[in-house]
């Protein structure tokens, strides 16, 4: 995901919320949210720390894309190229430059690495 609002809108839609519920519980307008989730508008720090706060997600993330701890727990980009390839070739689909699917292989890998990294740890 590319910008701050790629990545509000994913968080928003991945808790199914709406627009209007989500400016609710922040207490904005709806026009607001909107203007955030298209870049047209960035939320002040105060704003930004409740939103990163509420979806349980890192200010930095939020904000510039990466997590500080990123390269601990990431695959080299030839690998992830190589299976997205291969995916997209045995389905038929085109994966590239969707921030949903970027978020959740993203999400995957993370969490794999995370898997294997408290497997060796037992070891």
């Known amino acids: ?3 701050f609002g ?10 199914g ?8 519980i ?8 909107g203007m955030y989730e ?8 105060e ?3 409740k ?7 890192k200010i930095g993330w939020l904000t510039t894309g990466k997590d500080e701890k990123e390269s601990e727990y990431t695959l080299p980009e030839e690998v992830v190229s190589k299976v997205i390839k291969e ?19 993203r999400d995957l890998i993370n969490n794999l690495a995370k898997m294997k990294q408290s497997t060796q740890k037992n070891d």
Do not use: C, W
Not at 17 to 24: C, D, I, N, P, R
Not at 51 to 57: C, G, L, Q, R
Not at 89 to 104: C, I, K, N, Q, T
């Open 1 to 3: 995901m590319k910008s």
């Open 87 to 105: 995916a997209e070739a045995h389905y038929g689909v085109s994966l590239r430059d969707d921030p949903v699917v970027e978020s959740a292989v």
């Open 6 to 15: 790629e990545r509000l809108s994913y968080l928003r839609n991945k808790k």
């Open 38 to 45: 298209t870049d047209k508008r960035e939320p002040n720090h």
């Open 47 to 49: 704003m930004t720390a």
């Open 26 to 33: 922040f207490k904005i307008a709806k026009s607001t949210l």
């Open 17 to 24: 919320l709406s627009q209007e519920e989500l400016a609710k």
């Open 51 to 57: 939103i990163a706060d509420y979806f349980d997600v």
